[in-house]
């Protein structure tokens, strides 16, 4: 079979569209090869900020050194120009999202010479080829954002918010549940304003009627996966009402709420739609109704004008919302960004002493917040071992709880006596310690089989 390489670079989001590309290709005949090891290289750019866009160049001048025929797609299609001037080689170059016409370049560059090999007719109609564990998948619900963000160009690139059927959803989670996912994340620019383009318009499903909302989608899905988690949740006031599906387990006690900053200033320069004592608010109401909610937040410091009083701010407003995790990035100018105008941009050594004082904090609060779970019994999902030979039962396991999120937060490491549960299986795990970041324990009674 013809072999396709593919580079995927960027978010989650990113990854959902290389998946498409990667399952259409593969339904095609084709063989895909993660990395760059063929003739034609499919690359899937990241335009978010400069460092990831040198990322996507790399691959690409790497690729079209090596003589390969690219195709580019990506956030950095949006800019044709740009690439076109830099790599004048490139014949083919389209954006975000654009799963048909990536694969009509492909046939184009590397025809088929025989009939098509469709995949094994046993897999899900609605499974999609995942370059993520068998037991873990993305589901994108929507695409692009409405929000006017000053340091962000995603709407320039995705478009506006277009949110997905919910049939249409919950037609492919059921595919992906019965292709072995255990687990379910959610995704989108702004998970929280799904529906709303579609006037959060009546759907049918198993006898009911529902709206096309993000509530409506978590109580179906609730019921589909073991585990559906949150990501990209804005603290608009409905969220409000997803925390009592949180605490009943429906789905996971876990949010991922992008705030960004503390400081109502920078906030204002910003132009984010959340003031910080509202969020404070929000947070302590969410967890007066679900006390083992996990909350996750990523801020950028060393905007242009921020003092160190506003830094100071942020930090106080750790120490307020005691976030189980978070994550800080230095300011990046990234082109066509508005706050590129703004006055008073930080040199990079400032930013990044601001960065290490955010994590300092954070650690200690995160610390803190990982040491009410030991002496607890806790529900783990195996995501792999790290050493130790299985055949001797000397295995150190690797999975995470409900409060982490794969590859951005930490982990639970497990011992266990005898022969070891599989990946992508449930265990139950008493855990002993915690540090920082992660959790210790040893697997006690049966495997959680489910599936």
Request: hydrophobic residues 40%.
């Amino acid at each position: 079979m013809p072999k396709v390489g593919l580079v995927s670079l960027g978010c989650p989001k990113a990854l959902v569209d290389s998946e498409q590309i990667s399952t259409q290709l593969l339904d095609l005949g084709y063989e895909v090869e993660v990395g760059d090891d063929s003739d034609v290289l499919v690359v899937n750019t990241c335009g978010f900020i400069e460092s990831a866009k040198e990322e996507s160049r790399e691959a690409i001048a790497d690729a079209l050194e090596q003589g390969k025929k690219v195709v580019v797609t990506g956030c950095m299609g949006e800019a044709k120009g740009e690439l076109a001037n830099a790599f004048p080689q490139l014949e083919f170059i389209s954006g975000p999202a654009e799963v048909a016409p990536v694969i009509s370049a492909v046939k184009e560059y590397l025809p088929m010479a025989t009939v098509p090999v469709l995949r094994d007719a046993g897999l899900p109609g609605e499974a999609r080829a995942r370059l993520t564990a068998d037991h873990f998948a993305y589901l994108k619900i929507s695409e692009g954002c409405n929000h006017k963000c000053s340091f962000c160009i995603i709407p320039s690139m995705r478009g506006k918010l277009r949110s997905r059927e919910l049939l249409n959803v919950i037609q492919e989670a059921e595919g992906l549940v019965a292709d072995g996912a255990q687990e379910l994340a959610l995704i989108a620019q702004d998970l929280s304003a799904y529906g709303a383009d579609l006037r959060y318009r009546q759907a049918h499903f198993a006898g009911q009627d529902y709206k096309t909302n993000l509530k409506s989608l978590c109580e179906i899905l609730g019921g589909i996966a073991p585990w559906v988690r949150l990501h990209y949740v804005y603290p608009y006031p409905h969220v409000d009402e997803i925390i009592p599906l949180m605490r009943d387990g429906v789905v996971l006690p876990y949010l991922d709420v992008p705030l960004q900053h503390a400081s109502p200033t920078v906030l204002k320069a910003m132009r984010r739609p959340a003031a910080a004592e509202k969020a404070l608010e929000r947070i302590h109401a969410w967890r007066d109704i679900c006390p083992e909610l996990a909350i996750r937040s990523t801020f950028i410091v060393g905007f242009p004008g921020e003092t160190d009083e506003d830094v100071g701010q942020l930090l106080d407003f750790l120490e307020a919302a005691e976030l189980d995790r978070a994550g800080c990035f230095t300011y990046s100018a990234v082109d066509g960004a508005k706050a590129n105008l703004l006055e008073g941009h930080i040199d990079k050594a400032e930013k990044l002493d601001r960065q290490e004082r955010v994590y300092e904090i954070q650690a200690e609060i995160s610390a803190r917040r990982l040491q009410r779970h030991v002496g607890q019994r806790l529900r783990v999902l195996v995501d792999g071992w790290e050493e130790g030979d299985p055949k001797q039962g000397d295995v150190h396991l690797v999975g995470r709880s409900m409060f982490d999120a794969p590859e951005i937060d930490g982990v639970v490491r497990l011992t266990v006596e005898g022969a070891p549960p599989g990946i992508g299986e449930f265990v139950w795990a008493d855990i002993i310690g915690s540090d920082h970041y992660d959790l210790y324990g040893h697997v006690v009674g049966e495997e959680i089989r489910i599936g």
